[in-house]
Structure formats: C-alpha cells, structure tokens
C-alpha cells in the first residue's frame, strides 16, 4: 500500500513540463502546421487525395506531438488512468467517426438513383 | 448449507482499505478534470462526424474552395499556436510562484485567445454577408456547428483566465490555485489539439474537394 500511497500524493501535483519541453513543441507544432497548409495552399502535390492523405498524417503526428509536449501525457501519472482515459477515448471516437462515415456513405451509396445530395447539386460528376 | 457454515469468519479477509488514509486536498481534480475533457473529446467527435457526413451535401449553395479563406485560417491557427506556448511560459512562471510574470503571460494567452475569436467572428461574419449561413446547406449548418462549439470553448476558457488572473492576484500562487491553472492549462491545450483537427479536416480536406 505504501507505493500506492507515495504515487497518490505525487500524482495530484500533475505532470510538470519544461521550458525545453514546450519549445520543442512549438517548433515542432509550426513545422507540422506550415507544411499541411504549404501543400494545400500552394498546390504542390499533382494528387488531390494523396495530399489529403499528407496533410491527415501531419495532423495525426502533430496531435501526439501536443499530448507529449503540452498535455505532459505519459504513463505514470495518476498511476496510468489519465492513459487509460486517453485510449478508452480514442478507441470511442474511432467507432464514432469511422462507424457514422461508413455508414451514411453505404447509406448514400444505396439510395435509388437521383436521390442522393450529389445528384442534385453537381450532376456532371 | 453444510459448507457455507465451515466458511472463515467474514469479517477477516477484507477486500477494501479498511483505514481512512489521508486525501490531499484535491488530490483527484486532475484526473476528473481529464475526464471530463475526455466526455468533452466525445463531444467534438460527434461532430467531426457530423461535418464528415454532411460535409460535401452543398444543396447548390457555395462550395467550400469559394468560402474558405485558406491565409486567416492560418493567421488564425497562428494566433492560438502562439497561446500554447504563452499559456506554457505561465506555467512554467506559477511553478516559481511569480506573481506579476505569471499573470504577464496569462495575460499575453488571453490577448491571442481574443484575436482567436476575434477573427473567428470576423469570418463568420464575412460567410454571412456573402449568403452563407447556417440554413443554406446541411454542409454549413455542420461548418458553424463544429467551429462555433470550438469557438465558444475559447470564449469560455477566456473567461476562466481572466478569473484566475485575479484569484492569483489577491491570493497568490497557493497549492489551490496552481491546480486551477494546470486545469486550465488542459482544457487550453486541448482546445488546440481539436483545433489541429478542426483546420486539418474542415478547411485544408474540404477545400481540396
């Protein structure tokens, strides 16, 4: 129970950063900012979809980025729930977005001919 | 009924903490403040996937590529960027108990919150002048839904700093109050955290479409 204790105490004090900490994530947040709008703004890539791609993993890495760097996420504050908060939310969110987009696309994909919102509002495509 | 009778007195084994062991004032705000933020992630991605359905039903209204005015998103991106580090700088400074440097920051977070939402306003306002407003289409009423709920966490959270530039102020920096900035410091975080996705996903995807 001892070291149950000492964590209980040493956990409310939250997880500390420094000033090397939120410098590095600053940098490496306006690299990961400049880059995704540089690619869409400027037209870089020929590929539409893979520049979505591009920009969906800058996005991604820069989320970590601000839970390593900003949020102090890590294993050990209060003995792991903030983690495990943390996933149980990601893995809820997933299901979230990729159940509903999956779902209202088949759902759109289904519709008798004419019915869908593209039909009316782009017939060309 | 014979076996349940030979069984241990009950009273022996006990399967909880039977002394009331002593709780820092507070002890669990952080972690409740975590979760709460969680409930709030759940939130977002409910409308992440709202937008992510509607996004492209334009019902012959605008486009976002004729919307979306790709440099203020980026100046606006900027300007709540720049909060997170200031908001950092503060924390650092409340760590040493500074008072005047540590609402000198405070201070510097809340100015670019408020441009944030300032220029927030402005391009809301500037979609509206130009016809397109939450009624047009399924795809707007997703864009001013998902954004403003952003923009009024902002709001509320500007508010909070203002409180507690005061508190620090007449109090100082006591146990108490440097738990109230680390909360803010989360939800002021993680407020840009959604941002990454509210940039990523509504303006830059949308606008390649």
Known sequence: MSTLH????????????????YLIGFGLSVILTAIPFWLVMGDVLESKAVTGYVIMGFAAVQIVVHMIYFLHMNAESDEGWTLTALVFTIILVAITLAGSLWVMHHLNVNMMPGMGPEAHAHPSS | ?????????????????????????????????????????????????TYGVLGSSYAGGPRPSE????????????????????????????????????QFWLAVTGLFGAAFVGI?????VHLFHEGATPQTSAFLSAFYTLV?????????????????????????????????????????HFLDVIWIGVFTFVYLLSTLR
Do not use: K
């Open chain 2, 1 to 49: 009924m014979d076996r349940a009778v030979t069984l241990p007195e009950f009273d022996t084994t006990v399967f909880y903490d039977p002394d009331e062991h002593e709780h820092a004032p507070g002890g669990s705000t952080l972690l409740g403040f975590w979760i709460y933020l969680m409930s709030d992630c759940l939130i977002f991605a409910v409308l992440f996937a």
């Open chain 2, 120 to 124: 927030e306003l402005y391009e809301f």
């Open chain 1, 6 to 21: 000492t964590a209980h105490t040493s956990a409310h004090e939250g997880a500390h950063g420094t000033l090397r900490d």
């Open chain 2, 67 to 102: 919307l979306f005015d790709l440099p203020l998103v980026a100046l606006n991106t900027t300007m709540l960027l720049l909060s997170s580090i200031t908001y950092g700088f503060a924390m650092l400074e409340a760590r040493r108990r500074r008072v005047a440097t540590t």
């Open chain 2, 148 to 188: 403003a709920t952003h923009g009024l966490h902002v709001t509320v959270g500007l508010i909070w700093l203002v409180v507690l530039m005061v508190q620090v102020g007449q109090r100082g920096i006591m146990p108490a109050n440097q738990r109230r900035l680390a909360c803010l410091s989360l939800f002021w």
